[in-house]
């Protein structure tokens, strides 16, 4: 299962009811229906392939795969990012601008220390990827929110999808971003997974020398080979290969050798419309059966990525609900674990539709409706602390207004 989402301190993990235990909890429970972790499917895998693929760099001559290789990545591979790039707007990107990272959170990781020491400032959303959240923390960074008046000494966005929400940042709060001139790490982990319409310019083609770009293979092939990369502005490249290596020598060669001959013999362009109409119609039919079981609950529908994130009415002990939930067997993200500044109300959460089958999804919510009616039983009503009409959700204002694409073909 992918981390436990819950306090940012340790200490909730180590309790035998901390959210993290009862996340492993449902992840051991027969017959549960995880709309929880946000996983990509396995049916989604290209198995055959990538197992022939192992087989061949495995019989190559010398086997490099299984030899040590340089800090910044097999060459080839960093070449095909780069040019993958190139094609996304990049200008004059080569193979010697990209670092081949354990996956995208050793390249969050190396960028934060590059730009930030402890106690200096890192700019949030209001909701965010929980581990970066986490390493944030880890390196003692005071969040502060993207829309504060006083400049940050770095910022952290998700502008082409963000997580939780799968919104796209808007180009008024991309623009207001840029001019500030303050370096940026963007994430781009779902950036291949905007399920309508191209995806905006990544921000480092409009400033690639302030703005460090996070891409990764997790979503798209597989997340279990762990290869990332990190895209770092020319002033910045040797600090952090230097990190690099200084953390692990180099990232798996024989991970980094499989992936790069995938991509050597397969259409990677064309394997990204069928996961975007795939993941697309999953989000479509989990929040129709949403609407149907819990009609009270407030959210839009994601413009990509894996998951929706849900608002409610009623300030519910989260624990006590998930746990209520595993024991329904269902699961979900709770709220808190992707909240930079955790607060009293209103109870938030994000149902996934990646892993689960679609076919499911009519029972889970179900379960989760009695979950929740279990759970909120006696829990005061919250109001409408999250402003929104009916059936909507209070939406920061650096997102792009949702659109309603129509149902994928």
Known sequence: ????????????????????????????????????????????????????????????????????????????????????LVARGFHGLTAADVIITNGAQQALALATQVLARPGQSVAVDPQSYPSALDLFVSR???????????????????????????GTMNDAARAALLARRRPVIEDDAYGDLLFAGSAPAPLAVSDPERVFFVGTFSKTLCPGLRVGWLVVPSRWRR??????????????????????????????ERR???LRRFYRRRAERLASAVRRAIPSWRFELPAGGFGVWIETDAAVDERRFLQTAVEERVSFDPGTGFEAWPTRGPTTLRLCFSLARPAEFEEATRRLARAW??????APRAGRAREGREGTLRRSRWMAAPTSPAPAP
């Open 373 to 378: 009616r279990r759970a909120a039983r006696g």
């Open 140 to 166: 003692d960074l005071q969040r502060v929110p993207l829309t504060s008046p006083k400049n940050a000494h770095v910022y952290y966005v998700m502008p082409a999808v963000a997580n939780p929400g799968g």
């Open 239 to 268: 600090r952090a290969l230097h990190l690099k290596q200084a953390a692990d020598l180099q990232s798996n060669s024989l991970a980094q050798a499989v992936v790069d001959d995938y991509l050597a013999r397969h259409d990677f």
């Open 1 to 84: 299962m992918a981390r436990p989402f819950g306090a940012r301190s340790g200490s909730d993990r180590e309790t035998p009811h901390g959210i993290e235990a009862l996340t492993r909890r449902a992840a051991a429970t027969p017959g549960l229906i995880p709309l929880g972790g946000g996983l990509p499917s396995a049916v989604q895998f290209p198995r055959a392939e990538l197992a022939a693929s192992f087989l061949r760099v495995l019989t190559k001559q010398g086997t490099p795969a299984l030899q040590y290789g340089w800090p910044e990545g097999l060459e080839s591979l960093r070449r095909w990012v780069a040019e993958w």
């Open 272 to 274: 990204l419309p069928v």
